[in-house]
């Protein structure tokens, strides 16, 4: 069956460090998304992708980079790990169909910044 | 960013009793869906409406795609304890944006 998986499924690093948070999908779908979910603000957009090379910002993307190199990756960069950037974090992936988009969600990755 | 306004933001209901739930937008929305999202995993997909007006049901769930378009509303009847958990509505904005904006959720706690 096609899926959507996240790995690891819980970290801890440090301040300062660049830690990558990886995401697969073998639906074969053209968009990916990394969203973090936090306590009080529900589901927040960090980056996303439509297609092999192409990356956008989210409306919280300071502090983390995407890459695209490949359909079924798309891996979440945190350049230099903060404690703000302590949260979970969920990778979706989507496919362009004619009457809307529908979404489905890895397990999560569970961050914690020390 | 936009957040969809959903109400109420959590819910303490008996077995057996019927849930409502909604989710309201300032903006029109072409795509609405509804997510459930349990302890220590990723919200999975419940039903999905694409036309203004439209009703559908999965199961003891039905949802309603506002005819505004502003709106979308989530019912779940007879409530049983697996129901427990956060329900999340999700709107696309327009076809060819694929970015989906989420409410806030309406975490659901059934009282034994």
């Known amino acids: 069956d096609a899926e959507i998986t996240q790995s690891p499924r819980h970290k801890i690093t440090e301040t300062g460090r660049q830690v990558t948070l990886a995401c697969h999908q073998t639906?074969?779908?053209?968009?990916m998304f990394w969203y973090r979910q936090d306590l009080g603000h529900g589901l927040r957009l960090i980056h996303y992708?439509?297609?092999?090379?192409?990356?956008n910002k989210g409306e919280v993307s300071d502090g983390y980079s995407v890459s695209r190199s490949n359909t079924e990756d798309l891996p979440l960069t945190l350049e230099s790990a903060a404690s703000s950037q302590t949260s979970v974090y969920f990778c979706?992936?989507?496919?362009?169909?004619?009457?809307?988009?529908?979404?489905?969600f890895g397990q999560g990755t569970r961050l914690t910044v020390v | 960013g936009q957040q969809l306004n959903q109400s109420p933001q959590s819910m303490f209901i008996q077995e057996g009793e019927d849930v409502s739930m909604n989710c309201t937008s300032s903006?029109?929305?072409?795509?609405w869906l509804w997510y459930k999202q349990e302890p220590g995993e990723g919200p999975v997909l419940l039903i999905a409406?694409?036309?203004?007006?439209e009703l559908t049901s999965n199961g003891r769930l039905t949802a309603q795609f506002g005819i505004t378009r502003k709106d979308s509303f989530l019912n779940i009847s007879a409530s049983i304890p697996s129901d427990v958990g956060i329900y999340f509505c999700?709107?696309?904005?327009?076809?060819?944006?694929?970015?989906?904006?989420f409410g806030t959720g309406t975490r659901l706690t059934i009282i034994p």
């Open positions: 999700a709107g696309q904005p327009y076809f060819g944006n694929e970015k989906l904006t």
């Open positions: 979706a992936s989507s496919d362009t169909g004619g009457g809307g988009t529908e979404a489905f």
């Open positions: 409406l694409y036309k203004a007006g």
């Open positions: 992708s439509y297609g092999v090379h192409d990356t």
């Open positions: 639906w074969n779908h053209n968009n």
């Open positions: 903006s029109i929305f072409n795509t």
